[in-house]
């Protein structure tokens, strides 16, 4: 019966050596059946849009006409044809315009900023178009703000927004007005070279499809409507907006 015991007792002490000798396998496997079935997590990485090497050659109508359909993203002033002081002098030729037509007063800025952007089509890349937008602001009263869209190609104006918060009397609002936005678009057209093309979309108002609408709306706001025609994006819209106290913008829609 003694000599039977010992057998045994060796058995068990191989059978414990071997044990704690697999224990660290028996772990790492079991860990690691656990861990396959955790979620797992790691950084994202970032997206770039492959634009192509070349942009489509766009003629101004169709700038105007793509900016009404593309989506924006942010760009780096690398990417861009434009530095910063020539933005700077597109923006100042062209109000420089405004100011000799009397529908602004340049002032001091408290604040000026820059931004590059990306317009892209996203069924086709190599649709693009950089823009710049400038915001300037006026934190004195009365309070002024000037938002410009340029054009990184051509440092033409794509779209403004000027606005001037103070108050304003209704007396021959509709009057000043229309001076403001009479001259605000022959400006802005005839920069872009469009000048021709607008005067025919005035003139083919009296069809009986309109293309074209001037509005006085309450508040003393005056409205300003251009529907144009695109071979690339088809019908799309440019609002001119002026206000009672001087303010005057222009937005792009489809």
């Avoid at 002490?13 to 772990?27: D, N, R």
């Avoid at 002032?107 to 069924?123: G, I, R």
């Avoid at 990184?152 to 509709?174: A, H, K, P």
Wanted: include cysteine; proline fraction near 4%; charged fraction near 20%.
């Amino acid at each position: 019966m003694r000599k039977l015991k010992i057998p045994i007792l060796i058995l068990i002490t191989v059978g414990l050596v071997l044990f704690f000798a697999l224990l660290p396998k028996l772990m790492s496997f079991v860990l690691d059946m656990r861990l396959s079935q955790m979620p797992k997590f790691s950084e994202m990485l970032s997206l770039q849009l492959n634009t192509g090497k070349q942009p489509q050659a766009f003629s101004a109508l169709d700038k105007l006409a793509f900016l009404s359909v593309a989506e924006v993203t942010d760009t780096t002033p690398d990417m861009m044809t434009m530095n910063e002081d020539e933005v700077t002098n597109a923006v100042s030729a062209f109000m420089s315009q405004c100011e000799a037509a009397g529908i602004f007063q340049p002032f001091e800025p408290s604040t000026v900023s820059m931004s590059p952007k990306l317009h892209y089509d996203l069924k086709d890349p190599s649709k693009h178009m950089f823009v710049w937008f400038v915001t300037i602001l006026y934190k004195k009263e009365p309070n002024q703000v000037l938002r410009l869209d340029v054009d990184d190609e051509t440092g033409q104006i794509l779209c403004i927004t000027y606005g001037n918060y103070q108050e304003y009397s209704m007396d021959g609002v509709w009057e000043r007005n229309k001076t403001v936005v009479d001259a605000f678009t022959d400006i802005y057209f005839t920069q872009l070279g469009l000048l021709d093309t607008a005067e025919d979309v005035e003139n083919a108002a009296t069809d009986a499809e309109s293309i074209y609408d001037y509005n006085e709306v309450d508040g003393g706001v005056t409205e300003e409507v251009y529907v144009f025609r695109n071979t690339l994006y088809g019908e799309f819209i440019i609002r001119f907006t002026v206000d009672g106290a001087g303010g005057f913008s222009n937005s792009i829609l489809k």
